[in-house]
């Protein structure tokens, strides 16, 4: 681990950065230019502390987990992703193996999506990313661990989880969708990914998506219209546009309702309801 050059490197990509890039409010006057360290502290959840001592070459070696979290809080490209873990002594990612670094293109777009709904997903349907409109409709999708992280293993192993957000008619319709995604993943990635343990382990544990497997049904298409239920609203009517990355590996899914129509109203209640929440 360089600790210096661990120092130096997170620095001067804080100082290179601006509250509005980030989706921060500006706040008062700055007296030096850059976030804030408590800024980059709370994107990355992490403590302030912690992230001061590595800044002053005297924290303990990042997790692969915290340097994730750096990587994304500093919206890094691949190229800088890879050259903090290597000053931090870490194994560097294999580009291949689909590890979940947030494109910096989609978390700028992301960033400036405030009071809509609105979330970056991986081409294993793991939610990467999200905003707070996002978490009060769907929940927090961000804190799964291993193969759970996947939409598609909670469609079919967590349905009481997964499920529950969409109306029964549209579940069957919903389930064939999500697995001809995993084949177009399974058929880039190859059997030994993370796709394939994917694919492996839904067989052997589920009837249903065996069943849906053989169908050999291949497609990455999000429907443009979406019925959505919430526990509290009930039944919201939105409109779905999503955003992909060149290679498709991660899309923007963005969920909006025209101008006031009774499906904004219900947004902004689960918006509100949502803050009530996060403050509570």
Not at 8 to 28: A, C, I, K
Request: hydrophobic fraction near 40%; charge should be positive; proline fraction near 6%.
């Amino acid at each position: 681990m360089d600790r210096a050059a661990l120092a130096q490197f997170l620095r001067r990509h804080r100082e290179l950065l601006r509250p509005s890039d980030v989706g921060l409010p500006p706040g008062l006057r700055r007296r030096a230019p850059g976030l804030r360290r408590e800024e980059v502290a709370q994107l990355a959840t992490m403590s302030t502390d912690y992230y001061t001592r590595l800044e002053q070459q005297r924290g303990p070696q990042p997790s692969t987990q915290m340097l994730a979290s750096l990587a994304r809080a500093l919206r890094l490209t691949l190229d800088e992703r890879d050259y903090l873990y290597r000053v931090a002594g870490q194994h560097v990612p294999d580009r291949a193996s689909g590890a979940p670094h947030v494109a910096p293109a989609l978390l700028r777009v992301l960033d400036r999506l405030d009071g809509t709904p609105a979330l970056i997903i991986s081409d294993l349907d793991e939610t990467l990313a999200q905003n707070a409109a996002s978490v009060a409709l769907l929940g927090d999708q961000t804190g799964y661990a291993g193969l759970e992280r996947s939409g598609v293993y909670r469609w079919f192993l967590l349905p009481e989880v997964e499920r529950a957000v969409y109306p029964p008619e549209d579940r069957e319709r919903q389930g064939r969708a999500r697995v001809a995604a995993l084949r177009v993943a399974h058929g880039t990635q190859g059997p030994r990914s993370r796709a394939g343990e994917l694919v492996r382990t839904l067989t052997a544990r589920s009837e249903e998506f065996a069943r849906l497997w053989a169908r050999t049904e291949v497609a990455t298409r999000f429907e443009d219209h979406k019925v959505l239920v919430h526990p509290e609203v009930g039944r919201i009517e939105l409109d779905c546009q999503v955003l992909f990355t060149e290679d498709r590996s991660q899309a923007l899914l963005v969920l909006s309702a025209p101008p006031r129509s009774e499906a904004d109203d219900q947004l902004r209640l689960v918006t509100l309801l949502g803050s009530q929440r996060f403050v509570g």
